[in-house]
């Protein structure tokens, strides 16, 4: 998927949102809107208004001034609705050109049949070679290969995906470029990746957020309080012998709800998550983005997301007394069955070709995050090699010492930021492989980011807490959490939770998913395994783990954004207040008169001026609606002054000024 930035107006999507806006009056679909609802009301009692004044009721006023009257009420509700129209079609584009890279895909299954991607099931095997598409979802369950996945994440740079770890993922639609991979499906039909990407970007699955649902209460509450208010001034009038007509009424209450922010809505929350799909971020929900504008606290891996990705080995450093010969040909063997890149750069470190190695009935111990280990049983020999503090507990509930030189290697290596692995046969400590981590440049810049944005950054890695602090001190980071397992991620978050913060987290293994699911807000990597992206409720498609901190900024200028024109629209009501009020009573309370402090031409003309102003305010803030309130990382309360500052104040100023240039203009008709 192209993230590309185009025309806010294009002219095909223009085209379908005027057609959407005239489908979208229809009373079953508006009814959704309680604001607008009540203006499509006063639109059709305008309608009966005209027909009644052309059948001679001349104390309703002129049939010409009624008649633009519900013309711009009309409009107004057109407004409306192509706003929102617009932000659909721009959705629909996208899926559009998302159902191209999910055509009908030949998949070729283990034995050799080929069939259609359609009939592909959970659970199915298939095989891909280079210059095979992919033909649905899965991870790979052997094999490696390059993998270009430019038509979901517009990214042309090829990448590598393999068996085992937490880059065995794939997507329907890309394409591998090399090798060959065996592939089994993780989705039933119509529940890809790109299906999903299709229903959200459509609205089809797109459900009001619960801070709409609120705004929506709030506008829909006072909508009530001004009909209320419109028809108690009816007695009013009559008592002071002042005649108000039915379109004055209607005009008066149009004008006083607030429509600015009722017509942009929902435009504002389809705009929202079309921002984080151009950032090529899949949410399951409107609610996901939202929550992440409110986030508290980010946990963050320290392994390519703080740190370059994959560590390296630097040096090897054999105990006192152990050969170095032998003590590299243990390194190597405890790393034969390593596919990490980190086990794989210790056999490159070594030199040595892996296939002399001989080890008769040989039994490979992988790494687990409870153990911390991992390595290679064969004969009457065990080697292990793992954290510091795992492998001395091993040697020492056998007997056997912790040499002092290897306890200064880990503080020395430590204290440098890097990594140590102690390596032990039979249970006796043989030396220490030390690894190396680079810190990402610009890192400490972003977290600073975050920091003014009053968002607590937290480090989560598995190395022991002296390369912890090290690297945290470094980056910048506010706190970490040293040699963490996955229940550790889980109860900090947790523990942040029940202090009454909200956690971001990323993750891309296995071991991810329960903080994933427990996270406020779980982005999960593509490239991860499937149990990290049925955990989490975003999705990631370009890997990189550095995007939730873009995720908080989309979040935090969705809220700003329905913030601001929230304020917008409720201050537009005071310069229409003192444009219909006057209007409506001057001819019987003249010294009303001092409220029309913009000097307007007539009863008349104020009336259809405020009415004019409050309908064509819409589309002059559609852009502003779909592209967003830019944001500035400057802390909650300097924000909230700045924005009512422009908002309030502007909504106050504007209509004045807009409302006096309309009269100017009105006047020479009225």
């Given amino acids: 998927m192209q993230t590309q930035h185009t025309s806010l107006f294009q002219k095909d999507l223009v085209q379908e949102a005027l057609r959407q806006s005239f489908i979208k009056l229809n009373p079953a679909l508006l009814f959704r809107n309680p604001v607008m609802f009540t203006v499509e009301i006063g639109t059709f009692v305008m309608l009966g208004v005209c027909i009644w004044v052309a059948a001679g009721a001349q104390e309703q006023g002129s049939l010409a001034y009624n008649l633009v009257i519900f013309g711009v009420l009309f409009l107004t509700l057109l407004f409306a609705n192509f706003a929102e129209a617009i932000a659909e079609a721009r959705g629909k584009a996208q899926a559009d050109s998302l159902r191209k890279t999910r055509e009908e895909t030949p998949a070729t299954l283990l034995n050799g049949q080929v069939v259609s991607s359609a009939s592909l099931r959970k659970g199915d095997v298939f095989v891909c070679a280079a210059g095979d598409t992919i033909p649905a979802d899965g991870e790979i369950i052997e094999g490696l290969a390059t993998i270009d996945e430019s038509a979901i994440t517009g990214e042309s740079a090829p990448v590598i995906r393999e068996a085992g770890g937490d880059k065995?993922?794939?997507?329907?639609?890309?394409?591998?470029?090399?090798?060959?991979?065996?592939?089994?499906?993780?989705?039933?039909?119509?529940?890809?990746?790109?299906?999903?990407?299709?229903?959200?970007?459509?609205?089809?699955?797109?459900?009001?957020?619960?801070?709409?649902?609120?705004?929506?209460?709030?506008?829909?509450?006072?909508?009530?309080?001004?009909?209320?208010?419109?028809?108690?001034?009816?007695?009013?009038?009559?008592?002071?012998?002042?005649?108000?007509?039915?379109?004055?009424?209607?005009?008066?209450?149009?004008?006083?709800?607030?429509?600015?922010?009722?017509?942009?809505?929902?435009?504002?929350?389809?705009?929202?998550?079309?921002?984080?799909?151009?950032?090529?971020?899949?949410?399951?929900?409107?609610?996901?983005?939202?929550?992440?504008?409110?986030?508290?606290?980010?946990?963050?891996?320290?392994?390519?997301?703080?740190?370059?990705?994959?560590?390296?080995?630097?040096?090897?450093?054999?105990?006192?007394?152990?050969?170095?010969?032998?003590?590299?040909?243990?390194?190597?063997?405890?790393?034969?069955?390593?596919?990490?890149?980190?086990?794989?750069?210790?056999?490159?470190?070594?030199?040595?070709?892996?296939?002399?190695?001989?080890?008769?009935?040989?039994?490979?111990?992988?790494?687990?995050?409870?153990?911390?280990?991992?390595?290679?049983?064969?004969?009457?020999?065990?080697?292990?090699?793992?954290?510091?503090?795992?492998?001395?507990?091993?040697?020492?509930?056998?007997?056997?010492?912790?040499?002092?030189?290897?306890?200064?290697?880990?503080?020395?290596?430590?204290?440098?930021?890097?990594?140590?692995?102690?390596?032990?046969?039979?249970?006796?400590?043989?030396?220490?492989?030390?690894?190396?981590?680079?810190?990402?440049?610009?890192?400490?810049?972003?977290?600073?980011?975050?920091?003014?944005?009053?968002?607590?950054?937290?480090?989560?890695?598995?190395?022991?807490?002296?390369?912890?602090?090290?690297?945290?001190?470094?980056?910048?980071?506010?706190?970490?959490?040293?040699?963490?397992?996955?229940?550790?991620?889980?109860?900090?978050?947790?523990?942040?939770?029940?202090?009454?913060?909200?956690?971001?987290?990323m993750g891309d293994g296995t071991n991810d998913a329960p903080a994933l699911a427990q996270a406020d807000v779980g982005v999960a990597m593509n490239s991860g395994t499937q149990a990290a992206k049925e955990a989490g409720n975003m999705v990631d498609l370009d890997n990189d783990p550095t995007k939730l901190i873009e995720v908080v900024e989309i979040g935090k200028q969705l809220l700003m954004t329905r913030g601001t024109l929230t304020t917008f629209s409720i201050a537009n009501d005071v310069a229409k207040y003192f444009a219909i009020i006057p209007a409506l009573f001057i001819g019987g309370i003249p010294v009303l008169q001092r409220l029309n402090i913009m000097q307007l031409h007539s009863p008349e003309s104020a009336i259809l001026s405020a009415v004019i102003f409050n309908a064509i305010i819409i589309p002059f803030l559609i852009p502003l609606a779909l592209k967003g309130v830019s944001y500035k990382p400057i802390g909650a309360s300097a924000l909230l002054r700045r924005n009512v500052f422009i908002y309030g104040l502007g909504g106050i100023v504007v209509p004045f000024l807009g409302i006096k240039a309309i009269d100017i203009l009105v006047s020479f008709f009225v």
């Avoid at 090897?316 to 750069?345: I, M, W």
């Avoid at 950054?457 to 090290?470: E, H, I, K, S, Y």
């Fill in 168 to 505: 065995s993922s794939v997507t329907g639609g890309t394409k591998v470029l090399s090798d060959h991979i065996k592939v089994r499906v993780s989705t039933e039909p119509g529940e890809s990746f790109l299906d999903k990407m299709i229903a959200l970007v459509e609205g089809a699955s797109r459900q009001k957020t619960p801070n709409e649902i609120a705004l929506t209460i709030l506008l829909a509450g006072f909508t009530l309080v001004f009909i209320i208010v419109t028809v108690t001034l009816q007695p009013f009038a009559s008592y002071a012998q002042t005649p108000i007509t039915i379109s004055a009424l209607i005009s008066l209450f149009v004008c006083l709800i607030p429509t600015t922010i009722g017509g942009l809505l929902s435009a504002i929350g389809i705009a929202g998550m079309d921002r984080a799909l151009r950032a090529n971020v899949i949410t399951k929900s409107g609610k996901a983005v939202e929550t992440a504008g409110d986030v508290d606290v980010l946990l963050l891996d320290k392994t390519g997301t703080i740190t370059i990705g994959n560590r390296k080995a630097t040096r090897f450093y054999p105990a006192n007394g152990v050969n170095e010969q032998h003590f590299v040909r243990c390194v190597v063997l405890s790393s034969l069955s390593d596919e990490t890149p980190e086990g794989k750069s210790i056999v490159e470190l070594a030199g040595v070709n892996p296939a002399s190695m001989q080890m008769p009935n040989a039994r490979f111990v992988k790494f687990t995050a409870e153990t911390r280990s991992s390595g290679v049983d064969f004969g009457e020999t065990r080697i292990r090699k793992g954290a510091s503090d795992a492998i001395r507990q091993l040697c020492q509930s056998a007997g056997n010492p912790y040499p002092a030189e290897v306890r200064d290697w880990v503080t020395q290596i430590s204290g440098n930021g890097g990594t140590p692995l102690v390596v032990a046969e039979n249970e006796r400590i043989i030396g220490v492989i030390e690894l190396q981590d680079i810190i990402k440049p610009g890192i400490q810049e972003r977290f600073e980011r975050l920091r003014r944005m009053g968002i607590k950054t937290v480090m989560v890695t598995g190395d022991n807490p002296l390369t912890a602090r090290f690297i945290a001190e470094k980056a910048g980071v506010d706190d970490f959490i040293a040699e963490a397992k996955p229940e550790d991620k889980m109860n900090y978050i947790k523990k942040e939770q029940a202090e009454g913060r909200l956690v971001a987290m």
